[in-house]
């Protein structure tokens, strides 16, 4: 079964400070997708990503996919606080589930 | 308006009761899930529905019978409920037709079930 794992589990930033969280996969990813969630909230899906080499952006968050499939990154800049919350990757599944790693608690201080 | 609904949100109950948890797409989507988040957030699948028809069941013990009396909503019994049920359980849904590869899923807010 294919296994993700996220790096770091945990990062405190200032805010305006730039941060990457990864996300590598035990197996080629044929769809990496990145949720956040809020405490208490459900999860906020945030991008998707499909082809090797594929980057995609929106506001200050890009979100990239290495060409061999296995590995993708989340780069936020200029963090501020409402960035913080979980983030997840999640890789789908041949019966549409997603597998999702263990995710990484963000906490941007003001 | 709310795409993926869930109740209830929070529920506390002893141990070795039967409790059920309900939740409703209005997306029109083909697809529902049940996820359970343990205490340590890690996220992970417990069924998948496609249109009534249950797709998976990962290795949930039987005490958990999801039920889908239309394709809008999927509601989870958990009988005999033990300590380790404690999690937060999340429902979603997606709209999927065979052979596509984007398979995002709107997630309900959860519900946070609490055994003591």
């Known amino acids: 079964s294919q296994e993700l794992e996220q790096s770091p589990q945990s990062l405190i930033v200032q805010e305006g400070k730039n941060l990457t969280i990864n996300c590598t996969s035990s197996k080629t990813l044929y769809g990496l997708y990145w949720y956040k969630q809020k405490y208490g909230e459900g999860l906020i899906f945030l991008m998707m990503?499909?082809?090797?080499?594929e980057e995609k952006s929106h506001e200050k968050i890009t979100a990239k996919l290495d060409e061999k499939k296995q590995q993708s990154s989340l780069h936020i800049t200029a963090s501020q606080p409402s960035h913080a919350g979980i983030y997840l990757c999640g890789a789908a599944g041949s019966a549409r589930q997603l597998t999702f790693g263990s995710g990484t608690q963000l906490t941007v201080l003001p | 308006d709310t795409a993926v609904s869930q109740t209830p949100k929070y529920l506390v109950t002893q141990m070795g009761n039967d409790k059920s948890i309900k939740c409703e797409q209005n997306?029109?989507?083909?697809?529902m899930y049940w996820y359970k988040q343990d205490s340590k957030k890690f996220l992970k699948i417990m069924f998948s529905y496609n249109n009534k028809e249950l797709i998976i069941n990962e290795t949930v013990p039987n005490r958990f019978s999801p039920k889908s009396p239309d394709k809008a909503h999927l509601n989870l019994h958990i009988n005999s409920l033990e300590l380790g049920d404690s999690a937060v359980y999340f429902c979603?849904?997606?709209?999927?037709?065979?052979?596509?590869?984007?398979?995002?899923?709107?997630f309900g807010p959860g519900t946070r079930l609490t055994v003591t």
């Open positions: 997306l029109g989507h083909d697809t």
């Open positions: 979603a849904s997606s709209q999927n037709g065979w052979g596509q590869s984007s398979y995002e899923q709107y």
């Open positions: 990503l499909q082809k090797g080499g």
